[in-house]
């Protein structure tokens, strides 16, 4: 436990593994178009990311700018399956992970790592396939100091993301899906995904039909006519 600013928390509980994986098959734009497009993190894209698509429950670590010790200590609690979200203030100065620390979160089976931080080693992320979304790239190294938490609420550029919250990270960016409504965000993202499915089937044959965009602008006062 501890005080704030130094607390140590377990993750008190993770969505069903097959839930997660129902997810797999959705892309983010989808699933963010069906949480009112504000549960997403738009500004991370990291430039050498492994297009490999992530999936997995948020195990959280929120640190000072620039410090890395508690994240060390998230590489032993979490578990496979889990994807590490790391809040490290938004600073790029120095490095919170590495290719030392990305290995070992590999070999745990750690699915991935969010951070509004830096990392460094970047070829290794790119040859690992090891997704990875991330500030920035900077040589320069981490400090081992804290303070820092695990497994308390963190924000990354600007996303609310809480322990156990199921992560969904693709070429376009990343979202959590709040843990307490994913069957719900789940039956609506893919009934939305089956829709989409149809359009692009009507458009293929020609047969779609484009004429809500006429009345859309005649509902905000385009005379069409002339």
Avoid: C
Avoid at 71 to 98: C, F, R
Avoid at 120 to 137: E, L, P, W
Avoid at 192 to 197: G, I, P, Q
């Amino acid at each position: 436990m501890g005080n704030i600013g130094m607390r140590i928390l377990p993750l008190k509980q993770r969505a069903p593994e097959a839930l997660v994986e129902e997810f797999a098959g959705l892309g983010t734009s989808i699933v963010s178009d069906n949480m009112a497009r504000l549960q997403g993190s738009p500004n991370l894209n990291f430039p050498v990311q492994s297009r490999k698509k992530v999936i997995g429950t948020a195990f959280t670590v929120k640190t000072r700018p620039g410090d890395n010790l508690l994240i060390h200590k998230a590489l032993d609690l979490a578990e496979p399956g889990d994807v590490l979200v790391v809040d490290g203030g938004g600073d790029t100065t120095n490095a919170l992970i590495g290719e030392i620390m990305m290995r070992i979160a590999m070999k745990r089976g750690i699915k991935g790592l969010v951070t509004n931080g830096a990392i460094r080693d970047s070829a290794a992320f790119r040859d690992s396939g090891f997704t990875v979304y991330a500030r920035g790239v900077t040589h320069l190294g981490p400090y081992k100091d804290g303070p820092g938490e695990i497994n308390v609420p963190v924000t990354v550029d600007g996303m609310l993301v809480n322990p156990g919250d199921i992560i969904l990270g693709d070429e376009d960016g990343v979202v959590a899906i709040p843990a307490g409504q994913a069957e719900e965000i789940l039956k609506l993202a893919k009934d939305k995904h089956r829709k989409e499915a149809v359009t692009m089937e009507q458009v293929e044959a020609g047969t779609y039909d484009h004429g809500w965009v006429d009345e859309a602008l005649k509902s905000k006062g385009y005379d069409l006519a002339g």
